[in-house]
C-alpha cells in the first residue's frame, strides 16, 4: 500500500478512504454516545428550565393579580381613611361651632347676671346713699331750725316728721322737674 500511494498523485482535497471510514465509525460512535448519554440529559434539563421558568410566569402572574388586588384594596381603605377623616374634620368642626356659641352664650349670660347685680349693687348703694344723705340733711336741717327759731328741737319724733315732710317736698319738686323735661 505504500508503493500505491506513492505511485499515484493524492489529492489534498479527498482522504484516503481508510481515514474516511475510520472517521465514520468514531463519528456513529460519538453520536451514539451522544444520542444515548448527553441528549436525554440535556433534554431533561431543558424541560425542568422550560417547567421552572413555565411555573415562574405562573408564579409572576399569580403575585402581580395578588398585587393588583393588594393595590386595589389599599386604595379602597385609603379612600374609606380619607372619608373618615373628613367625616371627623367635620364632626369636629360642628362640635366646636357647637363649643362656641354655648360659651359665648354662657358668656352673655354671665355679663348680664354681673350686670343685674351691678345695678342691684348700684341701686342698693343709692338708697344707702340716699337714707344717709337723709339723715345727714334732716339732722342739718333741725339744727338750723333750732338755731333760727332760737329753741332745741331735739325731740326725735318730731325731728323725724319735720324731716319726712321736708324730704318730701325736694322729692316732689325733682319729679316735677323731671317730669318736664
Not at 444520542?35 to 408564579?59: F, T
Not at 386604595?75 to 363649643?99: F, I, K, M, P, V
Amino acid at each position: 500500500m505504500i508503493q500505491l500511494a506513492a505511485e499515484e498523485p493524492q489529492n489534498p482535497l479527498l482522504p484516503a478512504w481508510p481515514e474516511i471510514v475510520i472517521g465514520l465509525f468514531c463519528l456513529g460512535v460519538i453520536y451514539l454516545i451522544f444520542h444515548k448519554k448527553l441528549l436525554p440529559a440535556i433534554n431533561k434539563a431543558l424541560d425542568e428550565r422550560r417547567a421552572a421558568i413555565e411555573g415562574g410566569m405562573e408564579k409572576a402572574e399569580a403575585a402581580q393579580a395578588e398585587a393588583r388586588q393588594t393595590l386595589e384594596e389599599y386604595r379602597e381603605r385609603l379612600s374609606e381613611a380619607r372619608h373618615e377623616a373628613a367625616r371627623l374634620r367635620e364632626d369636629a368642626r360642628e362640635q366646636g361651632a357647637a363649643l362656641i356659641a354655648e360659651m359665648r352664650e354662657e358668656g352673655r349670660r354671665q355679663r348680664e347676671e354681673i350686670i343685674a347685680a351691678g345695678h342691684a349693687q348700684i341701686e342698693a348703694e343709692r338708697r344707702q346713699t340716699a337714707e344717709t344723705l337723709r339723715q345727714d340733711i334732716g339732722r342739718l336741717a333741725t339744727e338750723l331750725a333750732g338755731r333760727l327759731v332760737g329753741e332745741s328741737l331735739e325731740d326725735h319724733a318730731r325731728q323725724s316728721r319735720v324731716i319726712d315732710r321736708f324730704l318730701d317736698e325736694l322729692e316732689g319738686r325733682a319729679e316735677a322737674a323731671e317730669a318736664a323735661r
